[in-house]
């Protein structure tokens, strides 16, 4: 089955970046999307950032000029650079997949969230 890992977070002062990296493993037939959200205490899972097979990435307003998105299809992987982080950026980031696994049906799957704090 598949199983997304992230990793990359950690605690860094404002102005400084951090790379957030995820990778699926597990036979995939195919990937639609990859993209990353977060959730600050309190509040609803955010979009922050979407890259679909063909198309233009998504990006929150709130990060649009800060944060790059990439994948690497060869990997089964997605990457989130975040540069100039600011303190509302903290929050836990989910890396997210719309995938087909061998033999099943295209369906979202999850990271275990990776914790993002920044602070002076």
């Known amino acids: 089955q598949v199983q997304l890992v992230e990793s990359g977070g950690g605690l860094v002062q404002p102005g400084e970046s951090l790379t957030l990296s995820c990778a699926a493993s597990?036979?995939?037939?195919?990937?639609?999307?990859m993209g990353w959200y977060r959730q600050a205490p309190g509040k609803q899972r955010k979009l922050v950032a979407l890259?679909?097979?063909?198309?233009?990435?998504t990006y929150a307003d709130s990060v649009k000029g800060r944060f790059t998105l990439s994948r690497d299809n060869a990997k089964n992987a997605v990457y989130l650079q975040m540069n100039s982080l600011k303190p509302e950026d903290t929050a836990v980031y989910y890396c997210n997949m719309i995938a087909r696994p061998a033999y099943s049906y295209s369906q979202y799957f999850w990271g275990q969230g990776t914790q993002v704090t920044v602070s002076s």
């Open positions: 597990g036979s995939i037939s195919s990937i639609s999307s």
């Open positions: 890259i679909p097979d063909s198309g233009s990435t």
